[in-house]
């Protein structure tokens, strides 16, 4: 960065205060976080237990979503040196262990959501061998969802199931690290390779031409054919559901970091390009980008919090400085909206860091809610900004 852009940028005072706030909110979470796992979204601006499913009981580790929990616990130690937030973050390696021990839910792509942050982190930060284990069998199960020859990862449920053979979504963008990983620990390529086929199949299908992406894809599994986009938790199949199009500017440019692979990395940019014209004048996106100001719609500050870390991973790798700054520019006044305006800073009954979130509008689950993925990446992205020595846990 020039001098003149280093004395021209922001303050991060306002940044700092946030992260304070975040901080204190998870160390006031622990003791309740550690008897039982919140649901996805908070209810009322609180998180309660989770529901009994699948023969689980209320508070198990289920779910997709218990990951960040235990991602937030190394972010707030790693920032703060806490003893006791470390504890707590170590004891989280038990259940994680367990889990992936007696194969409790299992049949989805987000392992790499619940392992990386889970297991593979204390393992990189700690050296906690059974974490790396863990991690390692939980690579393995997702090894299971690689279909050949479509050469994607299959999302959700038995492999088996028609409804959902042959379907990937563009979540999965962030789970293929802990393929990148597992190929780096065993030196066995397979994961690597199953990764980097992975990414190019959605660079190619699930990336439109104009920059917006699909929340899902099918292919025939049989023939490897590609049949058609859909959509899950967005608008309308054709339209460009936010917290997608984040995930794929975030996913796409770790994909680039892992390989450096440019076809990566420049549909990191297109994802992020497009992301960018459609915010509205306080930053934060609506739940869908076909929507903006004067839509009356929902905004979804979990989609927010996932770009603010997706630009500033772009900027981290685009060669062309002014363009960098660009990009951390506008992450920067992303994330100054949401720690001023939808952080809990000065919310002392809400046990989230962030507020209006959006889980899934169509089923009007999780809609201006606090939410466990929206509250990682929101600390994640203080850490990005505030924390110069911060090393990705993707």
């Not at 160390?27 to 008897?35: E, P, S, V, Y």
Request: proline share 4%.
């Amino acid at each position: 960065m020039s001098a003149e852009a280093d004395r021209a940028a922001p303050t991060t005072d306002h940044l700092a205060v946030a992260w304070d706030a975040a901080v204190a909110t998870v160390r006031g979470n622990i003791a309740d976080f550690t008897a039982w796992y919140p649901d996805d979204t908070t209810t009322g601006g609180a998180y309660r237990p989770r529901s009994a499913r699948d023969g689980q009981p209320e508070g198990a580790n289920v779910g997709w979503t218990t990951g960040f929990w235990p991602g937030m616990l190394w972010l707030a130690w790693e920032g703060t040196g806490d003893d006791a937030v470390l504890r707590a973050a170590r004891h989280q390696v038990d259940s994680f262990a367990d889990r992936v021990t007696r194969g409790v839910d299992l049949d989805t792509h987000d392992l790499g959501f619940l392992y990386t942050l889970s297991c593979v982190t204390p393992w990189r930060l700690v050296g906690d061998e059974r974490a790396r284990d863990a991690a390692l069998a939980a690579a393995d199960h997702l090894m299971v969802r690689f279909l050949e020859p479509a050469g994607i990862l299959q999302a959700w449920g038995d492999l088996t199931d028609p409804v959902q053979r042959g379907r990937t979504i563009i979540d999965s963008l962030m789970n293929v690290p802990l393929l990148y990983w597992a190929a780096g620990t065993t030196g066995a390529r397979a994961y690597r390779d199953a990764a980097i086929r992975h990414t190019e199949q959605l660079r190619r299908h699930i990336l439109r031409p104009d920059g917006t992406t699909f929340h899902t894809f099918y292919w025939d599994v049989d023939t490897g054919e590609p049949l058609r986009g859909a959509t899950e938790q967005g608008h309308q199949d054709g339209s460009c559901w936010a917290r997608g199009q984040a995930w794929g500017m975030y996913g796409f440019a770790l994909g680039y970091r892992h390989v450096r692979e440019p076809s990566f990395l420049d549909a990191a940019r297109r994802c992020a390009d497009y992301f960018l014209t459609r915010l509205p004048a306080d930053r934060v996106a609506y739940w869908d980008l076909v929507f903006t100001d004067g839509s009356g719609q929902e905004r979804d500050s979990s989609a927010a919090a996932i770009a603010v870390c997706g630009l500033y991973e772009i900027a981290d790798h685009v060669d062309d400085q002014d363009v960098a700054l660009r990009y951390r520019t506008e992450a920067d006044a992303i994330l100054t909206s949401l720690a001023t305006t939808y952080s809990t800073a000065h919310d002392t009954t809400s046990t989230s860091l962030l507020r209006h979130g959006v889980y899934d509008m169509p089923k009007n689950v999780g809609v201006d809610e606090g939410n466990l993925w929206g509250d990682y990446f929101y600390l994640e992205a203080l850490s990005r900004r505030l924390r110069a020595d911060w090393r990705s846990y993707w």
